[in-house]
């Protein structure tokens, strides 16, 4: 994708290359049988419309960043600067651990308007979870989603999905 976004100012690729897929035993994936849900823009503002603070920040924030859901309950407020947030940890079955993959880890730039809402949405408090439960520990992703998520997709008339559809949406638009 990177080598055929390379183009002339006439939009032709400036690398064209013909991939011999049998070869290099690329696998067919038939795009029927995915199931790969995505929010639309409509869709993402009906979440922010119709959720408490809470599901709005994290709607903003995962629609802003494509941020994994494990990423975002993981996030601490010492992981935000004001202006990005540093990816160093995720939270997965109740527990923090390293995340996902080594390019996991990285610095993530945030629109200022995003920034601002979650300096407001953090407020005065130095330590915690970001997203935090009532006792103050990371959210637990399961929880959430058949809790309050999913409910509020029903309420919003919008199709059950994960939130790894926020970040297809990042990833499309």
Known sequence: ???ASAVNE?????YPTKWNHGFIDLPEINSRDQHTPSFASGQIEALIK???????????????TGLRQG??????????DGGSINVEQEAWQGLIQEPKTKNAHRIVELDPRVAK?????IGNRTKGYIFQNGGSNPIHPSNFL????????KTAG????????????????
Not at 10 to 14: N, P, T, V
């Open 158 to 173: 919008i199709p059950q999905c994960g939130l790894h559809g926020f970040r297809r949406y990042r990833n499309t638009y």
């Open 117 to 121: 809402l979650l300096k407001s949405f």
């Open 71 to 80: 990423e975002l309950f993981g996030l601490e407020v010492r992981h935000f």
């Open 50 to 64: 119709a959720g408490d603070r809470r599901i709005q920040m994290l709607t903003i924030l995962a629609a802003g």
């Open 10 to 14: 006439h939009g032709d690729e400036l």
């Open 146 to 153: 058949r809790r309050e998520f999913h409910p509020l997709l």
């Open 1 to 3: 994708m990177v080598k």
